[in-house]
């Protein structure tokens, strides 16, 4: 953060007001680019005047000021010359005004292109003219854009530049009062000089949060151990990697990756042969080459690649066999969302405990549980006509929308249930679709279908058939996490 102090000659602060844009209304004698509404004072001593080529009043340091106003035609000077430009700015003690070559203004005041490639930049538009320099695959501030030509910021200021090579432009970036968007790496993943998984990989990070205030098409530019860099969260370590000496034997060619993406760079292929792997998870397999060093390789039968699946077109409910019924009484309390009936639906591992991050193996039975808990203060009897329906659908792992894979319908609990009784519903899936099909290895969702209806009666009042709009729950989905095989 930019101290907001001053070195005086006179004893006066400016005003460092921060706003929630980065430009407002243009100049009325301009016309290429909107006024901003901030400046960036970079150097140790700024010099502050009572008017344009007036008297110095003091210096200012380094800080965030104000703008009200600029002298006439300050853009076209900026742009076509590169001249210093006066600039009114807010004080505590009126206007004032400063001069500046090559000033600076908030982050969301430019437009973003990333560089894909080593690119020069030039002093002025001019075809043929000579180079100033060249930098080399990046992110670029750009002040102003026009016929293919970009004036950028550079470590000489401002010049124009004409990419040779593909660029991207419309990079998204978040404003200086915005702390940007926060995002977790799940995984040991890896990051990259570019947004894209087959370029150069920078090196490996540790699940963690990050908080970026640049994002384009899923990536994040974030500040790590080693600078700046890109990172996807769906671009790391299989999420059900383990540990475990394996020998796979490849019956046609496979191709070696150097990180586990399909995206990432091709490092060579193998022939049909035997290898071995170290660790595996995802159908991705982590190998030892003497050749290659530790690369990667995503080999899955036909039956299993998530790939190839082809969920049902038409879905079938299914009706609901319970394995185990269990009541408890609770004491009514917080945490309800319905009443007087609330809903969860729950998903266990392998030991039978309430789990959102244990996988499930490949291929066996999933325990789910489905309770309803009785949130008033008298004892309530839902009727027959009441049931439960229960979706499980496949999470797609870029864009994250939910295809439905399986659904199944629980009959109405005939029973009176006390004030706070808890039932608890439990049930098994056999990780098969509406089809009958093994579902691939993946994200899934197990959801109670909402909205719906429940009809019940008030202890003492059978004759009186009650509705409850069910619209959500405490856990109307949990997830559900298949590994591979």
Known sequence: MRKQTLTLLSVILLSGLVLDKGVHAADSSSALLPLPIELVLKEQLTPVYDSIDGQQLYSAAPQVVKVDGAESGW?????????????????????????????????????????????????DQRAGARSAGSVSPQLLRVLYAVEGNYLVQTWLGYRWMRPLHPIIDDVQTYGANSSGISFELPT??????????????????APQWFTSKIVWNGWYYVDTWDGPHWVNPKVGYPAD????????????????????????????SFAPQTVSSFEHGGGWYHIHSSWLGDSWIYYVKQDQDPDAYVPPTHIEVKPITVVNQTKIITELGS???????????????????ISNEAFQP????????????????????????????????????MDGSLTLVWSG?????????????????????????????????????????????????????????????????????????????
Do not use: C
């Open 241 to 268: 990697l383990r540990s475990e000496d394996t020998t796979l034997m490849l019956d046609e060619t496979a191709v070696v990756y150097e990180h586990p993406n399909k995206a990432a760079r091709v490092l060579g």
């Open 188 to 205: 040991t993943s890896p990051m990259f000089d570019s947004p894209d998984a087959g370029s150069n990989l920078a090196g490996w990070l």
């Open 409 to 485: 319908q629980i009959d109405s609990l005939d029973a009176k249930m006390a004030s706070g009784e808890v039932h608890s519903l439990d049930f098994i899936w056999d990780q098969k679709d509406s089809d009958g099909k093994q579902v691939p290895f993946g994200e899934y969702s197990v959801e109670i279908k909402l909205p719906m209806s429940i009809s019940y009666t008030k202890d003492g009042e059978p004759s009186t058939v009650q509705h409850e709009d069910a619209k959500s729950a405490i856990l109307t989905s949990f997830p559900l996490r298949i590994s591979a095989k």
């Open 75 to 123: 853009d076209r000077k900026l742009i076509q010359n590169h001249e210093a430009v006066w600039f009114e700015i807010k004080t505590s003690d009126g206007e004032r005004w400063v001069h500046l070559q090559n000033p600076e203004f908030r982050e969301d005041y430019y437009q973003h292109i990333l560089l894909t490639d080593k690119e020069s930049f030039y002093n």
């Open 362 to 397: 490949y291929g066996k039975d999933v325990g789910i549980q489905f309770t309803v808990r009785n949130m008033s203060e008298g004892a309530l009897t839902m009727q027959p006509t009441t049931s439960f329906k229960i979706n499980i659908s496949r999470r797609d792992t």
């Open 335 to 353: 945490g309800g969302r319905n009443y007087p009936f609330d809903l969860t639906v729950l998903v266990k591992n392998e030991a039978g405990n």
